[in-house]
């Protein structure tokens, strides 16, 4: 098909798809067929029974779920057991299901890619366009860019001798001065077609000069703003190192969540490129704290290695990429801390971290002795002598750790006086900007909050004001 063809026919197509499939999940579970309902009179009979045989046991944060659950069963058969969260945990993991990519967005982002490989199929038979970064490495929240790799490798791998019949057809590429000289001349030809035939590619901005080369534009038609580069292979394989600490621990994903968020609501991110700290090193951060902890709850980059297989064997450019890409074989962390601790510690550990010595470092899950002078050291796990946070400047350095010492210091009086009689409390008065405006050097009128992390905090209050009813603590 014609660009133009999928792009007027997907979109419907998709949205009904995934209609159709929510439809029959939704029966699955309901089970129309053959259920049998239980009276008003036996349900009540049943949980009545229920709670006679119920005990509620009050415990602390870092208590082992396992060793509890076995000394408990010395006194008797546990049928079932349910540990309930502390109830900032329920705000945080509300924050992340609010926030993050859903299905019909993550579909809209690999068919976008589709359709620009299609256009780009023009110069370059056979090319893959792939989607990396937030789309795709699980700390996507609604609204990000969609970044965009445009994988040249798998041409020539397989058909650069084509026969059709009696022909072989060879292709040959022409020499170019350097690896970067032959990414801006494809990005370039890229650009330019977007620019002209790309359906619904506005705004199309070649940034040639940057580090890494890439073309931005705006796709209509899905309201992406995207950025497509080349040869930038390492960027896809970080992509899936993020994916695979998003996914070994429930706790990680909703924790990097809420500190995008409260760095966003405090202006210590931007959408416009600059000296600010970027939600890319703030993943970093966290993940460096989540191997930090006694016992960790992420391995190190160096442990995934010793994990892999032959068949994960990688090395780009040089630079060795490799670690294990089965997650199953990567087992649980035995840490069993509540998210509101992990929150509260991962204030502590940055606000009183020495970022004038020290560099991030998730290869080793240990810092270092920091190889140059830039204010934040965050080494780039592949491309080592790279530090991913050289933008950031002292004073945004300072202002994210002055906040994260205040923040610290309110969950700390929390803790003291919960419930308070305050109307807001745990997360919530974390990303009111009151939090920044009591603080001396930040004089400057603050932007207020955006109008969805307001929406958010509503119903993170609501439904942890019912919360509150229902179950206290743990
Ligand atoms: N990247 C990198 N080094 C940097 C910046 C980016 O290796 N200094 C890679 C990372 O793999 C990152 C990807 O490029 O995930 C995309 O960068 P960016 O869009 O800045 O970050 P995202 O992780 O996509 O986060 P956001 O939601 O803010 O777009
Ligand atoms: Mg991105």
């Not at 229920?50 to 602390?60: G, M, S, W």
């Not at 534009?217 to 899936?240: M, V």
């Not at 990303?431 to 993170?460: G, Y």
């Amino acid at each position: 098909l014609h660009p133009i063809h999928r792009l007027l026919s997907c979109p419907g197509t998709v949205a009904t798809d995934v209609r159709r499939e929510e439809q029959s999940f939704g029966s699955a579970e309901t089970g129309s067929e053959d259920r049998t309902l239980k009276r008003f009179s036996e349900v009540q009979k049943e949980r009545r029974e229920q709670a006679q045989r119920t005990v509620l046991i009050h415990c602390p944060n870092k208590i082992s779920e396992k060793k509890f659950l076995k000394y408990l069963s010395q006194h008797g058969p546990i049928s079932n057991h349910f540990f309930y969260e502390s109830i900032i945990d329920d705000q945080l993991n509300i924050l992340l299901k609010e926030f993050q990519l859903t299905e019909e967005n993550t579909r809209l982002r690999y068919l976008t890619c589709s359709l620009i490989e299609d256009v780009a199929a023009a110069y370059f038979p056979d090319c893959a366009v792939r989607p990396f970064g937030s789309s795709v490495n699980g700390f996507g929240k609604l609204g990000c860019d969609l970044d965009m790799f445009l994988d040249l490798d798998e041409i020539g791998k397989s058909d650069a001798h084509k026969t059709s019949g009696n022909f072989l057809m060879e292709f040959q590429v022409k020499n170019v001065a350097s690896e970067r000289i032959a990414t801006q001349k494809i990005l370039s030809v890229i650009g330019e077609c977007l620019d002209h035939f790309g359906p619904g590619c506005v705004g199309v901005q070649k940034i040639l000069n940057a580090r890494c080369p890439l073309v931005r534009f705006s796709h209509q038609a899905s309201g992406f703003q995207c950025d497509l580069t080349t040869n930038n292979r390492i960027a896809l394989k970080s992509s899936e190192l993020l994916y695979i600490y998003g996914a070994v621990d429930p706790r990680v994903r909703a924790l990097v969540f809420t500190i995008r968020c409260w760095a966003r609501a405090h202006s210590l991110t931007s959408s416009i490129p600059g000296a600010w700290i970027t939600n890319f090193s703030l993943t970093m951060m966290v993940i460096f704290f989540l191997q930090r902890r006694s016992p960790p709850i992420l391995p190190t980059l160096d442990y995934l290695k010793t994990l892999a297989d032959a068949e994960d064997k990688c090395i780009i450019e040089g630079h060795n990429c490799t670690f294990i890409c089965d997650l199953n074989r990567i087992k649980p962390s035995e840490n069993a801390e509540t998210l509101e601790l992990l929150l509260k510690e991962f204030f502590e550990f940055f606000g009183n971290f020495s970022f004038n010595k020290n560099s991030i470092n998730i290869r080793q899950g240990k810092e270092q002795n920091k190889p140059e002078s830039s204010p934040l050291h965050i080494q780039n796990p592949f491309e080592t002598s790279l530090n991913i946070s050289k933008n950031v400047s002292q004073s945004q350095l300072q202002k994210f750790v002055d906040l994260a010492r205040e923040s610290a210091w309110i969950l700390e009086q929390e803790d003291k006086d919960h419930p308070s009689s305050n109307q807001l409390w745990g997360l919530a008065t974390l990303l009111l900007p009151s939090v920044a405006k009591s603080m001396s050097h930040t004089k400057k009128k603050k932007k207020p909050a955006s109008e969805r992390i307001k929406n958010l905090l509503e119903s993170i209050r609501s439904s942890s004001t019912e919360n509150s009813k229902n179950t206290v603590g743990k």
